[in-house]
Structure formats: C-alpha cells, structure tokens
C-alpha cells in the first residue's frame, strides 16, 4: 500500500512538472522567445549644464531628432551644479535599464584629477561623440581693443584688471583661458558661472571683461552687436564668423577646444546600449538636426562608440597634462 502510494505521489509530480513546461513553452512561443521591446517609454537625456548654453542647445535638437528613431520621447533635464560633478554623477549612477543616459563633457576629464569627482571616463559606457569646438576670446563690443595682441598688452599694462568668465572651476572654459594666461603671459581674474549662458550674459552686462567660450555660445549677442570676438583657438577660422581671425594668425600658437558626447551607466544591456548608439547616430544625420546645428555655429565631430572610448582615455592624458602645466594640479 505504501509502494503504491508513492508511486501515485511520483506521478502526480511528473504531470505537474509536464503542466508547467507546456504552459512556459506557450508562452514563449506567444512572445517569440524575445526580450521586451525597447524603448517602451520616454527617455530622460540629462544635461550637466545650464539651459541655453551650447551643451543643452546640442543636446535638445540631437534628442528631438532620435525621437523619430526611436518612437519615444527625449526628455532633456538640467542637473547643474559643482561644475558639471552633479550631472555627471547623475548619469553615472543612474539605473543601467537604457530609460536615463546623458550628455557628458570636457569636463569628466578635468574634475578627476582636482579631486572634485571620484569618478572617470571610464565608469561610463560611452556611445557616441557628438562635437567639437574651440574656445574663442570675446569681449564687450565696446572694449578698447580689437585684437589678441591688443588685449595681451592691455592686460600686461593691467594686471589682474581683467575678468575672464567661465563655466566653472576646472571647467573647460577655466582651462582655455588658464591657457590663455600661461602661454602670453597675463594676470587675470578667473570668474566662475555654472555654465557658459551665464557667464555670457554676465559679460553683455558689463559685469566681467571677457570669457574664453565656444563661438556659438556667444553668436547671439555678437549678432546683437553687444559683443566682439578677438580670436578663435584653432587651427582655421570658423565657418560661423569667418572675418574671426584664429589665435595662430595673430601670432599666438594655441589651439583648444572642447567636446560632448553621449554616454550610458555601465551595466546597460549591450542590445539596449546598440539600439541608442543607432538611433542617436541615425539622429546625427537628420536634416532637422543638421540645419539645428548650423544655425547654433556648432561643430559637429561624430566618433562612433570605439572612437569615441579611445578618444576619451586620449583626451583624459592630454588634459592632465595641460593643467599640470598651467598649474592646476600639482
């Protein structure tokens, strides 16, 4: 009686067993063995940055032109403060389900080594690089000189009379004229803004003398005729403002510019991570966006996600090399 008895136990388990498999194998064959699609909801883009400077400018018409790629919406948040650290931490540390990534900067390669982040390049999984743009020297339309050369000497007569907005201690922009300073040989007054719109908006007010930003973040106020552009960091003139003589031109052999990219948190599925590197690469081509860019003067440097994880460890040593050269670090 008891032989039997286990004998009907074993069987009801063995049926039971049966069931469960039949039910999973319909079920995936009703969803063809497949992950869950993505994306299946909106995208948070998050910008380390101040709302309209150059940074956010990019990043809203590259991210309005992958919606079309990817069926959903591109969410653009401002995480500013700590010279781009919050935001940057904000991406790093954000949930790796493809729902948060973000734009990072120069900067994830110039905060490390001032112990003001304890993270690098390498915490990220990079997706694609976007632009490139030198630093340009622009003052107030009215200022008393016209050229690089007049600014070096006006400077040199005037020590630590100039003020030089930036986007933050550090910050690419600090570095550019930092650079600026070293290699001619000035005394100036670096003043810190959490971003480059307000430091641009600071200058057109009068209230510094000078900032070291890209061209298209200061275009709308040139065009407004508030302020002047003295020069560009670069090895030729801008197709922006080509009348804008570059720094080597004039006789001052600095070339500097900065750049943005896309990045993921690491841990992201790698299909997930290759269906936002072709959307946003896709994006990188649409009319729209391209016209965008034109008009905002950016200057598009596309690297896909090899490059662009080569460029960032190559970028990371040329930047510390140059702040311990200007004496940032020790």
């Not at 922006?240 to 750049?259: D, H, M, S």
């Not at 896709?282 to 965008?292: C, G, N, R, S, V």
């Not at 860019?293 to 460029?311: E, M, R, T, V």
Request: glycine share 10%.
């Amino acid at each position: 009686m008891e032989e039997k008895m286990k004998r009907i136990i074993v069987s009801a388990l063995i049926c039971l067993l049966l069931v469960n498999a039949m039910v999973f194998a319909a079920g995936g064959a009703q969803g063809g063995g497949k992950a869950p699609a993505y994306p299946t909801k909106s995208i948070t883009m998050i910008c380390p940055w101040a709302a309209g400077g150059g940074t956010d400018a990019i990043l809203r018409a590259l991210s309005a032109a992958a919606e079309k790629q990817l069926g959903q919406s591109v969410v653009v948040e401002n995480r500013t403060g700590g010279g781009g650290a919050i935001g940057h931490a904000a991406i790093k540390n954000a949930r790796p389900d493809g729902y948060t990534i973000g734009m990072i900067t120069f900067e994830i390669n110039s905060l490390p080594q001032q112990g003001l982040i304890d993270f690098t390049y390498a915490d990220y999984v990079p997706l694609i690089r976007v632009n490139a743009d030198p630093a340009a020297l622009t003052v107030k339309a009215d200022a008393p000189y016209n050229t690089v050369k007049e600014f070096v000497e006006h400077a040199k007569k005037n020590p630590n009379t100039i003020s030089i907005g930036n986007s933050a201690p550090g910050s690419v922009w600090h570095i550019g004229a930092g650079l600026l300073a070293s290699e001619t040989g000035i005394q100036v007054k670096h003043v810190s803004f959490e971003g480059a719109a307000p430091a641009v908006t600071a200058l057109a007010g009068g209230h510094i003398q000078a900032v070291s930003v890209s061209l298209a973040e200061v275009r709308g106020q040139i065009e407004a005729g508030n302020l002047k552009c003295l020069g560009v960091m670069d090895t030729k003139r801008a197709e922006l403002f080509p009348n804008v003589p570059t720094f080597t031109e004039q006789g001052f052999k600095i070339n500097y510019y900065t750049w943005r990219g896309l990045a993921a948190p690491k841990g992201i599925e790698p299909a997930v991570r290759d269906t936002l590197v072709k959307a946003f690469s896709e994006a990188m081509k649409d009319p729209a966006f391209l016209d965008q860019a034109k008009k905002l003067g950016l200057n598009l440097a596309f690297q896909n996600s090899a490059d662009f994880s080569a460029f960032l460890k190559e970028n990371y040593e040329a930047v510390t090399k140059t702040m311990k050269d200007i004496g940032l670090i020790k």
